[in-house]
Nanobody, 123 residues
Framework: QVQLVESGGGLVQAGDSPRLSCAAS????????MGWFRQAPGQGRDFVAA????????RYADSVKGRFSISRDNAKNTVDLQMNSLNPEDTGVYYC????????????????WGQGAQVTVSS
């Protein structure tokens, strides 16, 4: 059974640096790319960051470039999103996703999704 489970997040202050983690199970993700998306209330799912599991190439949305960092741990089968210098505009539900092949910025091309983790940034 394919499963992505996010953890971390919650209510944080502006400027904080929380870390989200996505535990992946149920298949070999070596040929996959893992992405993080976020969804603000009433909005669609926006791309945040992605990483190619095999060689570790990364991609970021312009809005988080220089503040967020995505990484993967092959031994633990986890993908983490380190978030720094948060501001209220970063508030939303953060989803972990997986797709076979290259990373992409469009949510619809991802096959597997986690249940999401709420991140609320207070000013």
């Amino acid at each position: 059974q394919v499963q992505l489970v996010e953890s971390g997040g919650g209510l944080v202050q502006a400027g904080d640096s929380p870390r989200l983690s996505c535990a992946a199970s149920g298949r070999s993700y070596s040929s996959y790319s893992m992405g993080w998306f976020r969804q603000a209330p009433g909005q669609g799912r926006d791309f945040v960051a992605a990483i190619r599991w095999s060689e570790g190439s990364v991609r970021y949305a312009d809005s988080v470039k220089g503040r967020f960092s995505i990484s993967r741990d092959n031994a633990k089968n986890t993908v983490d999103l380190q978030m720094n210098s948060l501001n209220p505009e970063d508030t939303g539900v953060y989803y972990c996703a997986a797709r076979r092949g290259l990373h992409a910025v469009v949510a619809s091309v991802y096959d597997d999704w986690g249940q999401g983790a709420q991140v609320t940034v207070s000013s």
